[in-house]
């Protein structure tokens, strides 16, 4: 740090405050990674344990329930 007058000159280092080795780029890249596996193992495992109704579950659910009524 160099003062100037009332000018206080800073190098770049002390100005950042810390060192530039770009790890912090590898540490959201690596949980970046992580989050997407995540959610499609989340997706996936509700994809392939919900029993498939062809898109109307409701209307099938309406209509076994008009079968039981009228037995």
Known sequence: METQGQEVHLDTEEARGGETSGVMRYVLLISLVLAIV?????????AFTTPE?????????AVAEQADKAN
């Open 38 to 46: 995540a959610m499609t193992a989340v997706w996936l495992t509700g």
């Open 53 to 61: 109704t062809g898109g109307n579950a409701d209307t099938e659910k």
